[in-house]
Each structure stands twice: as structure tokens, then as C-alpha cells.
């Protein structure tokens, strides 16, 4: 079975944050950015904003690094997760993580990280920009393919004249 | 406790910060944004204070809904008395300082006093901190947001500052944000200036409570799917007009473009018409054809140089100078109105609206109630443009829901729009208390006279004339009992539970 990820696309992305206040109120009740499982970086305050959260990674560092294993692989949604009852919060997977998606959570003192809030992303439902989207993997690259497809036709369609 | 929030005293003259809890009566009275902003102005604001003097404090507020899942939706509201129309105004802008300034663990901040030197604020989870802007004090405003987010270290803060024009004390100087929309109209900037505050700097991961948030993500979540298409994105407030170019310019000075672009406008007719003459302009040619003389005269106005320096007053103190009828070529009434007013005059716009047409003589009781729906969503710090339909009974019921879900305030409807009415009592007792002239609302006949867009486009458009109007107006203050003399009755004022507000109250019992 071909299971779905979430993709950002900076380009679309508005940098309103309602990601992020979905993001923490589902996941600590609270309206608070920084305790968001996905972040929206402003670069330097220009107009860019990037969003990034947990890619969950086929062969994932964070997994490859934890020195007690608690980091381990759902099959069902292919998701990478975190076992509370191994983990002893000691932030290598944060150093590890290449994108910056795990967090440290210093109320609660443990790492936290997206779990696709099991197969239904609270963060695309208030996207309005359409920058965040939940997609098959195997149809990761269309998006890219139609772009450069209608370079190619100048952004007509066949036997559409004007 | 989702409404434990915290409203910031900031005196700059003896650089002392009161940090307090707003009290529940506060929230009952006023909610927030725009009638606490008048209530608190009301309080600290001395009788008949210069509005460039240390003694007329500002206040900038986030709405009930800063930091929410509303926020995209949220504006920042400042309020002072304006130096341009001498009047208690209210200016707004999107984007999210006012939520930033929630997860920093503030709702209101009230300015008051002047600092020595030149400072900016930096508000920072729950602490505010005055701090020195001497080498930033001169630059524009992309410079400033730079220089800023150097020192204090954040790439990515929320932010406010003026520009040179601020610095300069113009009339019409603005507020901006980080990506450029700004506070506009009014002349905030000046104000700010005034105080020798350069900007206002935010960053904060404290938490905002939510009252119920699994019922506000379901809610909103079904609002969502019912809004139809795309939403409006990175609008923006400084529209291009006839001299897009010094657009840019006016942006980096940080000064009003509408006004500006009226003010060019205006000087480059009176130019023509022999009305100046390059004597008063200091040598500046403003032919049409002399492509760098715009830019020059918007440099001159930042800068209060030459020819500037009258113009940097205003167009009314402006054409007061000027002298020679210079006013009857400003254009329409409506471009004067628009840079005096914060809204244009709503009983001309309303009534020929092509989508929703109103039969002139219903005008005042349907404004009325318009207009309390407008004034709990300032309240509220809410951007109506988007939320709000034209069904007055399912906004209210929405706002209603909205509020209990977010904060857990239960209002009932009559509640909520008599929190309208109290905003705009006081409001318009601070009005009537630092301008005389407004007792009087001027209407000139020009504005009739002249058509506006919808008139000529709308072939079976409503004519009014003065008289029939002035009886309109008599029936609209009657519909927001409103006396004669345009005055609000203290009866008003007992039975919205603010009668200690009333100035006259020792004389009347």
C-alpha cells in the first residue's frame, strides 16, 4: 500500500502561522508557535516564509542516532515515531534531524515531533493558501512535472486558442 | 485562565513600566481592541493635550482574537489623538504584530510621556525592555527593520517603526509593518515620534489559552470548508496612484501615500493654474513634464525642507497658507474626506450600491445597526471585510460563538451590541471633549454636489440634496440615541453602566 506524505511549498506559503496555532492547539491545547510540530521560518523578514515539518524519512538519522531506540517506524502509516517509554529526552535527534523538524519541548522536557496526527494533518485543514498539502508519495513529482510541462506549451493547452 | 491577560504602562519621561492584569469588567464593558483603546484614552489623555506633546499617550492593542485560529484575520490597532485631524482616531494594519504581541504576553500597551533620547521597544515574553536607538534614529524604514533585527539578535520578530517622516513630525506620517502595511491614516507615525520611540520590536512563545480548543478546531475547521475559493493574499495597503514611482519612496520615509498622492496631485494643479508660483516653491519647477520634481517635493515633505515644510502641515493647514481659494482644487470632497476621515462618509456610499439597494429614508435605522456590528468587530480587532456577510443576524450569532469558544465569555446579543454603543459613547465623549467643532458635524455641500463613481456608473442611482440629508442625519443620531445637539444623553450613559464617565455629572445631579 502507497502511503500519503506532507509536503510545504514555500513558494504558496502566506507565512500566516494558522498551521502552527492548528498544530499546538490539537497537540497541547494551548495557541502557542513554539510548541507547533511544524515551524514557518521567516527568512531574515523578508516576503519568504518556509514552512518544514518531519519528513519521515525512509532511512531516517534521528532513528540512526538514538542511542536507546525509542525512534522507531510505523509500518501501518509509515510514519517515524517516538517511544516516550524508551526515550530519555537526551536531544541527539534534534542535533540529528537535518531539516530542524524535531523539537525540544522544555515544559514538558521531552522531544516532540509531527505524527501526521494519525493520518489526518490538523495543519493542511487551515491552509489556505494551499502551501501544505497530504499526498500519495508516488505522486510527490507531478506538481513539478505540470510546471515545466506548460513551460514547454507556454501554459496552453492543446487546441485552446487565445 | 484564557482572558488572564496583561495591559503594559510605559512612561518613556521616567522610563517606568506597570505591568497589570485587565480587569473581567474591562472585557464585559468593552471587550477590547477599540473600545478599551478609548476608554484607557479617556483616562490618561489630559483635556485639550497638543497631540505632538509628551502628554497625549498611544495605544496599541491586540483584539480577543490576536494569535488564534481568527488571526489571520486579526489587525493591530493604534490609537492616540491625531495631529491631522486633532480628534481621537483609530488606525489599524494587518498582518502579526498583535498576535506576536499576545504569545509575548501582552494585549494592550499604553505610551505615555517622551523619552530624552531616541529608543525602541523590544517586548519579550512577558518583559519590555526601553533600549537605546540613537545609531538607528535617521534611517528608513527598510534600514530600521534591519538594523533592529541585528540587535536584538531575531530573524524572525514582528515589528513596527516610522521612518524619517515620523522622525520629522509630519502630519500624515505612518505606522509600518514588516512587510510594509501600515497604520496610515492619521498620522500615528508622528505621534510615535513625537515620543522618540523609533520602532516597537516583538518576539514571544508564552502561551495563549484557548478556552475550548478541540470545539474551536472542529468549528472552524467546517467555517473553513464553507468559505468559498481563495482568500485574499499579501494585500496591500499602499496602492500605486498617478506617481507610483515616488511610491516607493514614500514607503521608505514612512509617510501616508494616499495623502501624499492627493497633496502631489493637488500642488501640481495649483502649479498649473499660476495658483504658486516658483517663488513659494523655493525655485522647485512642478511641471508635469519635469520628471524629478515629484520626487524632490516628496524628499522636501519627509525632510520639512523648502517648500515642504508648509505642505508637511496637512492640505487643510496647507491650502490655509497657500490662501487663494487653493482648497477648491484639492478634487473631490471624497479624497478630502478619505485622508481626514477613518471611513468615508457611509450614508453617501450605502445608498447606491448597486448589489443591495436601500431606499433613502431606511438609511438611518439599517446604518445603525451596521455600524454596531462595524464597532464590536473593531472591538474585537477583527478584520469585517472577510467575516462578515451581509446577514447582520448570522454575524452576530458567529461573533457570538466565536467569542465563547476562544476566551469562554458568554454574551448574549443585546450584551454585545450595547458594548458597541459603549465603545462609541465614549469615543465620541472624548470627541466632544477635545474638539468643539465636531458638535457640529460639517457637511459641505460639495460632497453632494459633486458625482462619485457609483453615480455615474448607476443609471437609477438616488439623488439627495443637503436639507434632505441634514433630516437624515437628525434620524440616524435619533436611531443612536443621539440628542440634537449630537451630544449622547447621560440617560445613555447610566443605562450602558458608564455614568461615571459623564464629565457633567456633579452639575446634572
Same mark, same amino acid.
Given at each position: 500500500m502507497s502511503c500519503r506524505v506532507l509536503v510545504a511549498d514555500p513558494k504558496k506559503c502566506t507565512g500566516c502561522k494558522l498551521c502552527q496555532i492548528a498544530c499546538s492547539l490539537k497537540k497541547s491545547g494551548v495557541s502557542n508557535p513554539a510548541k507547533s510540530r511544524i515551524r514557518v521560518i521567516n527568512h531574515n523578514n523578508q516576503n519568504v516564509y518556509l514552512p518544514v515539518s518531519c519528513r519521515h524519512c525512509e532511512d531516517a538519522p534521528c532513528m540512526g542516532v538514538c542511542p536507546k531506540e525509542a525512534i522507531y517506524r510505523d509500518e501501518k502509516l509509515e510514519r517515524v515515531m517516538v517511544d516516550y517509554d524508551k526515550c530519555i529526552s537526551c536531544r541527539t535527534c534534534v542535533a540529528a534531524c537535518p531539516y530542524g523538524a524535531i523539537v525540544f519541548d522544555a515544559v514538558k522536557k521531552r522531544v516532540v515531533k509531527c505524527d501526521l496526527c494519525d493520518g489526518s494533518p490538523e495543519c493542511i485543514k487551515f491552509c489556505d493558501a494551499n502551501a501544505l498539502d497530504f499526498v500519495d508519495q508516488t505522486l510527490l513529482q507531478y506538481p513539478r512535472i505540470r510546471e515545466t510541462a506548460l513551460k514547454f506549451t507556454g501554459g496552453k493547452r492543446r487546441g485552446v486558442r487565445g | 485562565m484564557a482572558l488572564n491577560r496583561k495591559i503594559a504602562y510605559i512612561d518613556l519621561s521616567k522610563k517606568k513600566i506597570d505591568i497589570s492584569t485587565i480587569p473581567a469588567v474591562w472585557r464585559r464593558r468593552f471587550i477590547g481592541g477599540r473600545g478599551l483603546d478609548a476608554y484607557l484614552l479617556y483616562q490618561h489623555m489630559p483635556a485639550g493635550c497638543d497631540p505632538l506633546k509628551p502628554g497625549n499617550p498611544m495605544v496599541i492593542s491586540a483584539g480577543l482574537f490576536g494569535g488564534t485560529l481568527v488571526s489571520a484575520d486579526t489587525v493591530t490597532g493604534i490609537a492616540a489623538k491625531s495631529p491631522l485631524t486633532n480628534r481621537m482616531e483609530y488606525s489599524t494594519f494587518n498582518g502579526l504584530f498583535a498576535s506576536e504581541m499576545r504569545w509575548a504576553g501582552f494585549d494592550h500597551i499604553l505610551i505615555k510621556g517622551r523619552s530624552k533620547n531616541p529608543v525602541y521597544l523590544f517586548i519579550q515574553n512577558g518583559t519590555i525592555e526601553i533600549r537605546d536607538a540613537d545609531g538607528i534614529w535617521g534611517q528608513n524604514i527598510p534600514d530600521t527593520q534591519k538594523s533592529i533585527c541585528k540587535e536584538i539578535h531575531a530573524d524572525d520578530c514582528r515589528m513596527i517603526c516610522i521612518g524619517p517622516a515620523g522622525e520629522n513630525k509630519i502630519r500624515y506620517a505612518n505606522i509600518i509593518t514588516d512587510r510594509g502595511d501600515a497604520a496610515g491614516r492619521t498620522g500615528m507615525g508622528a505621534v510615535l515620534g513625537s515620543k522618540n520611540i523609533k520602532g516597537i520590536a516583538c518576539t514571544g512563545n508564552m502561551d495563549v489559552e484557548i478556552k475550548h480548543p478541540e470545539e474551536v478546531l472542529k468549528w472552524q475547521n467546517e467555517k473553513f470548508k464553507s468559505v468559498d475559493g481563495e482568500g485574499e493574499f499579501r &494585500? /496591500? /495597503?499602499q496602492e500605486g496612484g498617478l506617481f507610483s514611482k515616488e511610491s516607493v519612496l514614500c514607503r521608505e520615509f514612512g509617510m501616508d501615500l494616499k495623502t501624499v498622492d492627493a497633496i502631489l496631485n493637488w500642488i501640481f494643479v495649483l502649479y498649473e493654474q499660476e495658483i504658486i508660483t516658483d517663488k513659494k516653491t523655493k525655485g522647485l519647477r512642478l511641471n508635469r513634464d519635469n520628471h524629478g520634481a515629484a520626487h524632490e517635493l516628496v524628499r522636501q515633505i519627509a525632510s520639512k525642507e523648502g517648500f515642504g515644510k508648509i505642505l508637511a502641515e496637512g492640505p487643510l493647514m496647507a491650502a490655509k497658507k497657500i490662501g487663494k481659494n487653493a482648497l477648491e482644487y484639492f478634487g473631490t470632497m471624497d479624497k478630502l474626506a478619505e485622508i481626514y476621515m477613518e471611513?468615508?462618509? &457611509?450614508p453617501l456610499k450605502q445608498i447606491n450600491k448597486p448589489e443591495k439597494k436601500i431606499s433613502i429614508n431606511d438609511l438611518p435605522a439599517t446604518i445603525s445597526r451596521r455600524k454596531a456590528i462595524h464597532c464590536i468587530m473593531d472591538n474585537l480587532a477583527i478584520n469585517s471585510r472577510r467575516l462578515i456577510g451581509s446577514d447582520d443576524k448570522n454575524d452576530l450569532n458567529m461573533i457570538i460563538r466565536l467569542i465563547e469558544l476562544n476566551t469562554g465569555m458568554v454574551f448574549r446579543e443585546k450584551d454585545l451590541i450595547e458594548t458597541a454603543y459603549r465603545g462609541y459613547a465614549v469615543e465620541r465623549l472624548l470627541c466632544l471633549r477635545e474638539d468643539?467643532?465636531?458638535? /457640529?458635524a460639517p457637511m459641505s455641500d460639495q460632497y453632494l454636489s459633486v458625482p462619485d463613481e457609483s453615480e455615474l456608473f448607476n443609471n437609477d442611482h438616488q439623488d439627495i440634496d443637503l436639507k434632505h440629508f441634514k433630516g437624515l442625519i437628525t434620524k440616524y443620531y435619533g436611531a443612536r440615541h443621539w440628542n440634537k445637539s449630537n451630544m449622547v444623553k447621560l440617560k445613555i450613559f447610566e443605562s450602558l453602566e458608564i455614568s461615571d464617565l459623564w464629565p457633567h455629572r456633579a452639575v446634572k445631579k
Open positions: - | &494585500e /496591500n /495597503n471611513r468615508k462618509p &457611509e468643539d467643532a465636531s458638535k /457640529n
